[in-house]
């Protein structure tokens, strides 16, 4: 009889020592600041409670927000894209004016084509700002007034990593 009783309080002690580990970590992710667009001269800067935020920031803040996520994903395949094609055009560019100078023999061809690579590059990295531009406008539109998030869902099923809890946006 005893045994039962230790064995039921040692399972409720350890439960509650779950949930309160659980509930420490979630408010301990929880980014509920909104986010503000800072433009320069020729930079936009993205910044949440005073810190400038990258790639790896927006993954950690739209991780429950899918269609922030989705929009995100878009600009980083986009922004990857155009910096393959502005490289290449700038490796044309320039490789055939060094190789002209050393020489004297100048392959226009190759520049030529470099600057249409470097000219098309220019949309294709708009495009991507944009898509990020989207996707922060969409998290802070979800954002109340206090700063905390609305319209949520709490729901027990499958992850990734097996049986738990699903936050969603």
Excluded: W
């Amino acid at each position: 009889m005893t045994t039962n009783i230790l064995f039921f309080m040692y399972k409720k002690s350890i439960f509650v020592l779950f949930m309160f580990f659980l509930f420490l970590s979630v408010s301990g992710q929880n980014h509920t600041d909104s986010i503000q667009v800072v433009k320069a001269i020729n930079i936009t800067q993205y910044r949440q409670s005073g810190e400038i935020l990258n790639f790896k920031d927006f993954e950690i803040i739209f991780r429950m927000n899918q269609t922030s996520t989705n929009y995100l994903k878009s600009a980083k395949t986009l922004n990857m894209f155009s910096n393959i094609i502005s490289s290449s055009g700038g490796f044309l560019i320039g490789y055939p004016i060094g190789y002209g100078i050393k020489t004297g023999h100048y392959n226009m061809t190759l520049v030529a084509v470099g600057c249409g690579l470097a000219i098309i590059s220019i949309p294709i990295s708009m495009a991507s700002k944009n898509k990020l531009k989207m996707a922060v406008d969409n998290y802070n539109s979800r954002l109340n007034s206090n700063g905390s998030i609305d319209n949520y869902d709490l729901k027990l099923g499958f992850t990734q990593t097996g049986i738990g809890l699903t936050l969603t946006l």
